[in-house]
């Protein structure tokens, strides 16, 4: 006996669910420029990798003894390769009741979400959904008290895998909360929103009108650092996905992947030599710094928007995946702020947690002062960059360019037993205060009691400004080594490759504190 009448009910069925929410809907989410959660999954995917699980969980309708009809749940979940690995993926389904809580059945995504953790698999989600609804009490026929036990899973997830949040439509309640429950997030411009509450609750909470794009998309999301990366469409942030990931393991107890690359490891840029200004108030571009020392066109920018002094993302050296951060003196002078210590700690955090080697190009004037950044808690910030980077325990390696000052700059370096290294260019000079600001106050009564103050003052800051030579601290070993700045690359490489022999023994999870999103 053969049960192929069964196995082709199963087909007919699938074929249902793949209709997802009906041609309409299907053809009003397309007029709005979205992709169905079908054609994004097939975006992700090496092609025709998906394995689909719970592909005809829905409400069926029965005629006998026949299924007439299957209304699918509104999330699809399952498996697909990305460069020939692993990963698990949980995408909403907008086109059935928007996404909402009462069209979806079963925990299909908690389910997604439980499977990368037992197979150690990375996890993506494709979020596209408003969240709790009202019907769902009609449904039950009582109401309930929230219960956040379901997001453990998510909080346990962040600790061995890597997690990637996608916001590809209006996202509100607990799937915008799921946007951040990660290590990386995008969102999509002018067809992305995510916030708490949409605008119909928030005219109920406050009396005030608002739209959708106003309350929560890239104008504020991007720029208050709750989404890390902006796509022009959706075919961009699937883009940015794969890439994310190729920089990762699949789990903290796998390797990083190594690529191979043609780029020379003993490329000198001819730039470098001249790419900091000799005026220490003139600026300059640090991804040209970037473009000249790593693997060519391997940086993925994480934050662009947010937090700009400081510059943060994933790159390559001679194959090997590294985390990179540089200061930006175009804004705030590159100076750490709430906003740049924010990008810092997620970056620390992220390279630690999946063993990458940190590396830094500092030009770093010190922790941001004034009345706006007290107001914000700079201080308890910096503290908190100044001991998650003391907890960590990756490779790091760093290159001064320019300046380190005050406790901010102290973040160049490290203690401890962890593989540390620091190379100085010649433009390289510091100190716990700046010159300029610092000779007002510890000469003070000299500059007061003299005959043209503004003369003694401009004397005193020449005096100090001629001993501040990166070469008078490498005579007594303040500096171990100052570089050629066109050397940069060839030395970043030999540090990648002792750093690897140390990633090799780090493998596995972290004692230190857990990774917070």
């Known amino acids: 006996m053969s049960w192929q009448q069964e196995v082709e009910e199963l087909k007919r069925q699938v074929e249902f669910a793949k209709e997802l929410g009906g041609k309409d809907s299907v053809d009003f989410h397309h007029s709005r420029g979205k992709l169905t959660v079908r054609e994004r999954i097939s975006l992700l995917e090496d092609a025709d990798s998906f394995h689909e699980i719970g592909a005809i969980t829905g409400t069926a309708q029965w005629e006998g003894d026949q299924v007439g009809a299957l209304k699918p749940a509104n999330s699809v979940i399952g498996t697909v390769k990305i460069d020939g690995r692993k990963v698990a993926v949980a995408g ?256 620390i955090e992220l390279c630690d947690m999946f063993h990458l080697p940190l590396v830094y190009f500092a030009d770093e004037p010190g922790f941001s002062v004034g009345v706006a950044q007290e107001k914000l808690g700079i201080v308890r910030a910096g503290a908190r960059i100044v001991t998650t980077l003391a907890r960590s325990r990756m490779p790091y390696v760093c290159f001064v360019v320019r300046q380190l000052y005050g406790v901010a700059g102290g973040l160049h370096q490290r203690g401890g037993d962890a593989l540390y290294r620091r190379f100085c260019w010649p433009s390289t000079h510091g100190g716990s205060m700046h010159i300029e600001g610092g000779t007002a106050i510890a000469y003070k009564r000299d500059i007061e009691t003299a005959e043209n103050p503004e003369a003694k003052r401009q004397e005193i800051e020449a005096r100090l400004q001629s001993i501040s030579s990166p070469f008078r601290n490498a005579h007594a070993f303040g500096i171990e080594e100052i570089i050629d700045p066109r050397d940069t690359r060839p030395l970043l490489v030999d540090f990648i490759h002792d750093a690897w022999r140390v990633v090799r023994t780090q493998l596995g999870t972290k004692s230190g504190p857990a990774y917070t999103p």
């Open 92 to 347: 909403g389904d907008f086109t059935i009741r928007g996404g909402a809580s009462d069209a979806a059945v079963g925990n299909k995504s908690g389910y997604a979400e439980a499977f990368a953790l037992r197979t150690r698999i990375p996890f993506v989600r494709l979020l596209d959904a408003t969240g709790g609804s009202v019907r769902s009490f009609e449904q039950m026929g009582r109401t309930y008290l929230p219960g956040n036990a379901g997001t453990n899973i998510s909080a346990e997830l962040l600790q061995f895998v890597p997690v990637v949040s996608a916001v590809l439509g209006s996202v509100a309640g607990l799937p915008a909360v799921q946007a951040c429950l990660c290590h990386f997030n995008v969102m999509v411009k002018n067809t992305s929103q995510v916030f708490v509450a949409g605008p119909k609750v928030v005219e109920q909470a406050t009396g005030s009108e608002i739209s959708k794009e106003d309350l929560g998309d890239e104008r504020i999301q991007v720029k208050n650092g709750v989404i890390m990366n902006l796509a022009e469409d959706e075919v961009d942030a699937i883009h940015q996905i794969r890439r994310f990931l190729s920089y990762l393991p699949a789990n903290v107890w796998d390797e990083p992947p190594v690529h191979s690359t043609s780029d020379d490891v003993n490329r000198r840029d001819e730039s470098l030599l001249s790419l900091v200004p000799r005026n220490r108030r003139q600026i300059y571009e640090p991804r040209q710094i970037l473009d000249a020392v790593l693997d060519r066109d391997s940086f993925f920018e994480i934050g662009e928007y947010y937090g700009r002094a400081r510059i943060t993302g994933l790159a390559r050296v001679d194959g090997h995946p590294v985390g990179v951060m540089a200061n930006h003196p175009k804004y705030n002078g590159g100076s750490m702020d709430v906003a740049a210590g924010e990008k810092t700690i997620r970056l």
